[in-house]
């Protein structure tokens, strides 16, 4: 039998916001309770963007805030539900025990902006999938006014595959 693949990476170049929302559309029909979605990168590359536009391709309507302030944001979309998180903000692990996130993860998905404050506050067993998503704004210009983003991710357990055909 063969051995499943542990991990799958891929890179690809996104031209403008649509290639970013369209990406993200492809995610969400993977997206599955369990899942985590780490979106890393600066301020302003595009976290919240791709966030955004997965809720909207799970049918969210309506306004989607930035979790900035608010740390999480419940979405019950009509295929599960899902939790939008932004640690930018946190200062300890005590906080991110507080947000529950464990829980959210026994019947939804999970994005998380700022996922490296997880931390040891975070228990990461109860992570079913895992997809680590890497935003950064062209090495050249490093003006956000610029639309071009560069976008690497790794797709873990469950998630190679996945990812492996949703950049095929
Ligand atoms: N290709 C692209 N993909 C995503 N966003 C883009 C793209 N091109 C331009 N943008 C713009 O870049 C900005 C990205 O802002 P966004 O809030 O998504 O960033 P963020 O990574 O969540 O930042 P923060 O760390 O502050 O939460 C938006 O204004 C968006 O319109
Ligand atoms: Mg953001």
């Known amino acids: 039998m063969p051995t499943p693949v542990a991990s799958y990476s891929a890179a690809l170049d996104l031209a403008d916001e649509a290639a970013t929302r369209s990406f993200a559309a492809r995610l969400a029909s993977y997206l599955e309770p369990g899942d985590l979605i780490a979106l890393?990168?600066?301020?302003?590359?595009?976290?919240?963007?791709?966030?955004?536009?997965?809720?909207?391709?799970?049918g969210v309507e309506g306004e989607i805030p930035s979790p900035t302030f608010t740390l999480i944001q419940h979405y019950d979309t009509a295929y599960l539900p899902v939790a939008h998180v932004d640690l930018y903000r946190i200062e300890d692990d005590g906080e991110i025990e507080e947000l529950g996130l464990e829980d959210a993860l026994d019947f939804g998905a999970l994005l998380v902006e700022?996922?490296?404050?997880?931390?040891?506050?975070?228990?990461?067993?109860?992570?079913?999938?895992?997809?680590?998503?890497?935003?950064?704004?062209d090495d050249a210009t490093e003006d956000p006014a610029v639309e071009k983003r560069k976008l690497a991710a790794t797709g873990h357990g469950g998630w190679a595959a996945k990812l492996e055909r949703i950049v095929a």
Request: charged content about 30%; cysteine-free.
């Open 114 to 137: 700022w996922p490296a404050r997880l931390g040891r506050g975070f228990e990461a067993n109860r992570v079913k999938g895992r997809l680590d998503i890497s935003l950064t704004l």
């Open 40 to 58: 890393e990168g600066d301020l302003g590359a595009g976290k919240s963007t791709l966030a955004r536009a997965l809720l909207r391709a799970l």
